[in-house]
């Protein structure tokens, strides 16, 4: 069994694996029974073809710790690899490959709203699908908002909805409960919408009419059901899944696509397992 440290963990899962293991994440042939909170973590099983895994996490705010253990066909333990770390990854890779499909071809403008942890993640995400040429930081932390512009050389926003305007792919992943900016910021050519932060009917990011005015998909339509604050507070329903769109040749018939991503085990199990094959390959991380 390989063990992964934070940082073996991120060596030896580069966003372009990371978005292409989410083509397993989000195939048919998955198993994804409800996460439970106990204690104070969120218990997340389930399963990717051959492989299961699990990922336990804590909740705690500023104790953002946790594993994700990975097992093959006959039960046996391949690997552990660093929670927090996959997550961050594994989630902007989902985002990255709803943007592959969903976006504008021509997209050039990104805004992100939120400075956390998940926002370097996800803008390396949407720049790899997309040929980014100006990126636009808010932050209700506007130190944090420059210090992440300035990493990833773009420019900051006095106001979310000065970050929206004339952006082509919005990415959020704040925790809020209330919307971030007003659907009148945005432009009428074409937009497609990461909405990443929240992970509970009560958290909320994005406006109602843009919920109801987009072509919206999220990651599985039985967590989205219970987990995804956006789309309940609209009163609607997904219009498809991220695997829905794999196999098939999506025509943009809306102005608005909005990928509201809730995180779902097959995710960090397809994710985990990426990397500690590469971590086989390369001789990176603990055996034990």
């Given at each position: 069994m390989r063990i992964l440290t934070a940082a073996e963990t991120r060596q030896c899962l580069p966003m372009a694996d990371a978005i292409d293991a989410m083509e397993d994440a989000f195939g048919a042939d998955r198993q994804l029974p409800q996460?439970?909170?106990?204690?104070?973590?969120?218990?997340?099983?389930?399963?990717?073809?051959?492989?299961?895994?699990?990922?336990?996490?804590?909740?705690?705010?500023?104790?953002?710790?946790?594993?994700?253990?990975?097992?093959?066909?006959?039960?046996?333990?391949?690997?552990?690899?660093?929670?927090?770390?996959?997550?961050?990854?594994?989630?902007?890779?989902?985002?990255?490959?709803?943007?592959?499909?969903?976006?504008?071809?021509?997209?050039?403008?990104?805004?992100?709203?939120?400075?956390?942890?998940?926002?370097?993640?996800?803008?390396?995400?949407?720049?790899?699908?997309?040929?980014?040429?100006?990126?636009?930081?808010?932050?209700?932390?506007?130190?944090?908002?420059?210090?992440?512009?300035?990493?990833?050389?773009?420019?900051?926003?006095e106001s979310a909805d000065e970050a929206v305007d004339g952006a082509d792919v919005i990415t959020t992943a704040t925790p809020s409960r209330s919307p971030l900016f007003s659907g009148r910021s945005l432009g009428s050519d074409g937009v497609h919408i990461n909405a990443i932060g929240g992970y509970s009917s009560e958290m909320i990011e994005i406006p109602a009419d843009v919920v109801v005015e987009a072509f919206r998909v999220v990651d599985d339509r039985s967590a989205a059901a219970v987990e995804a604050g956006d789309l309940i507070n609209a009163g609607v329903e997904p219009d498809a899944e991220v695997g829905d769109l794999l196999d098939s040749v999506w025509t943009r018939t809306h102005a608005i696509t909005l990928f509201k991503s809730v995180g779902?085990?097959?995710?960090?199990?397809?994710?985990?397992?990426?990397?500690?094959?590469?971590?086989?390959?390369?001789?990176?991380?603990?055996?034990?």
């Open positions: 996460r439970q909170l106990i204690g104070s973590s969120f218990f997340m099983p389930g399963r990717v073809g051959a492989t299961s895994g699990i990922k336990v996490v804590s909740v705690v705010p500023g104790n953002p710790v946790g594993i994700v253990a990975v097992f093959d066909a006959e039960g046996s333990p391949v690997g552990i690899v660093d929670g927090p770390t996959l997550t961050a990854i594994r989630t902007a890779a989902g985002s990255g490959l709803a943007t592959r499909i969903l976006a504008p071809v021509a997209s050039r403008r990104m805004a992100m709203l939120g400075a956390g942890a998940m926002a370097r993640d996800q803008i390396a995400a949407v720049t790899l699908v997309r040929p980014i040429e100006e990126i636009v930081v808010w932050s209700r932390d506007h130190s944090r908002a420059e210090l992440l512009a300035s990493e990833v050389g773009g420019t900051t926003a779902i085990a097959s995710q960090d199990i397809a994710a985990a397992a990426a990397a500690l094959a590469n971590a086989q390959r390369l001789g990176i991380g603990t055996v034990v």
